[in-house]
């Protein structure tokens, strides 16, 4: 009973060096977002999907690069890291649009 | 500018007191209203929500009080127990409107045995 799986859970970067982070959801949702969470923040979308192969852009979706090749999986890419990206990033996933998220368990992502 | 705001960044509370956790937003286009809770380590899980065309809504220990004229909504906890200590964040959204979250920044609530 997975729900919605991100890797990996901990990364550190030097700036300029890309990455992606992988979210997989196993129960067939339509929706799926990415957010970023800092101190006092909150959290804040990046991007969101609305279904395979599409994506859209959210509050804050500078500096990062999102696909959606199959409706299980949502990739998120950071072409040139910097260090304001360092944050904790959170896959979500929902069936429908009044419906509850669910997230997966989070990526501490550090850029020095 | 925060659209959704938690005012309080922490709250203590004895166990099995009444923890009340609020929340105040400024966009009226906001109609449809969430709370999360956050264990350390993991992703926020959803505890309760509610839409503009009710002013409560209640699940178990938790309600969630809504103030379309303020702005303002609430969660109750009644009775707190020791594994409600958590971050718990408020979020909005439009519902006509796709599907952007809006989330405050959490309250950290702590319940002492």
């Known amino acids: 009973n997975a729900g919605v799986t991100q890797t990996p859970k901990f990364r550190v970067l030097k700036t300029g060096q890309s990455m992606t982070l992988l979210c997989a959801q196993d129960m067939n949702h339509e929706y799926m977002y990415w957010y970023r969470q800092d101190p006092g923040m909150g959290l804040r979308l990046i991007h969101y999907?609305?279904?395979?192969?599409?994506?859209a852009k959210g509050e804050v979706p500078d500096g990062y690069n999102v696909s959606r090749l199959k409706k299980q999986n949502f990739l998120l890419g950071l072409e040139s890291a910097a260090p304001s990206q360092t944050s904790v990033y959170f896959c979500a996933s929902s069936p429908g649009v009044l419906t509850e998220a669910f997230f997966g368990q989070g990526t501490r992502l550090t850029v020095v | 500018d925060q659209q959704v705001k938690q005012n309080s960044p922490s709250l203590s509370v004895q166990e099995g007191r009444i923890s009340i956790l609020n929340c105040d937003y400024t966009?009226?286009?906001?109609?449809?209203f969430l709370w999360y809770k956050k264990y350390p380590a993991e992703g926020p899980t959803f505890l309760i929500s509610i839409s503009s065309i009710k002013d409560k809504n209640e699940d178990g220990r938790f309600t969630v009080f809504l103030n379309k004229s303020a702005k303002h909504l609430s969660l109750h906890i009644v009775p707190s127990q020791p594994g409600d200590s958590a971050v718990y964040f408020c979020a909005a959204k439009p519902i006509h409107a796709g599907n952007m979250l809006t989330f405050g920044g959490g309250t950290r609530l702590m319940v002492k045995p």
């Open positions: 999907s609305v279904g395979e192969g599409t994506t």
């Open positions: 966009n009226s286009m906001f109609d449809y």
